[in-house]
């Protein structure tokens, strides 16, 4: 039962995807342990201080700070506000390491996703299997219907589709919207980023930056950013 739940989630998978999409299936799954997202205020609150001193000092200002910076993708987006990038083009270079970020991320939740529809589907395929066997050893011999037989033949027919719900609801499912969920909260800590750096280069003022990241926030999340 276990080997037809997961020998044909495997093989059906392996259709799917290419065996290097599957090579990577666990350093995948070992991002469900990693820490959520954190806020996005406490780095909107930052971006603040970083575009207050660019105003006061000028763009070349920042640049020791990039050092103190813990986060590779803000660090890089501000390089490049340095270095006299325009607002546009620092928008495009960041945009697109997101949408590539998420494609990634996409595929990564879809082989889950996919385990998750295939299991149940083999998990029924082996009960068909097992009830086609059980029914044709009926009154095999000449003999009466043994029960205690039948409902033997029946338990171990079903176990496969138990199997099949097991890792599909309590494995495969949770995984896969874990990883969705995850992916949708760093491409929105990253287009704060994004917006933040854009406002700096253009030398935005602080109630600006201010009113832009609040739409980013709850109302009531708003008013930590005064």
């Known amino acids: 039962s276990l080997v037809c739940v997961v020998g044909g989630m495997l093989g059906a998978s392996l259709i ?3 065996l290097a999409d599957f090579s990577n299936l666990v350093a995948v799954f070992k991002k469900i342990f990693e820490p ?4 996005p205020i406490d780095l909107m609150k930052r971006l603040i201080e970083i575009g207050a001193a660019a105003r006061r000092g000028g763009i070349l200002s920042i640049e020791p700070m ?3 910076l813990d986060e590779e993708f803000l660090s890089k987006g501000l390089q490049m506000a340095v270095d006299g990038r325009d607002a546009d083009t620092i928008r495009s270079s960041l945009n697109g390491e997101v949408t590539f ?4 991320h996409a595929k990564g939740a879809e082989m889950f996703n996919t385990m998750n529809k295939y ?3 083999f998990g ?6 097992g009830l086609i066997a059980m029914l044709g050893n009926m009154g095999g011999g000449g003999g009466g219907m043994d029960m205690g037989a039948l409902t033997s033949g029946m338990a171990v ?6 199997y099949g719900a097991i890792f599909a609801n309590a494995l495969f499912s949770p995984v896969a919207d874990n990883l969705k969920t995850k992916s949708k909260a760093e491409k929105v800590y990253r287009d704060v980023i994004i917006e933040g750096v854009v406002m700096i280069a253009s030398s ?4 600006v930056m201010r009113a832009r990241f609040g739409s980013f926030l709850a109302t009531k999340d708003q008013a930590q950013l005064l």
């Open 66 to 68: 990039l050092a103190e």
């Open 16 to 18: 799917t995807f290419s």
């Open 119 to 121: 299991c149940p589907a």
């Open 124 to 129: 029924m395929i082996g009960t068909l299997f």
């Open 36 to 39: 959520e997202v954190p806020s």
């Open 101 to 104: 970020m998420s494609t990634r």
């Open 157 to 162: 027919a079903l176990i496969t589709t138990l």
């Open 204 to 207: 935005e003022t602080p109630p």
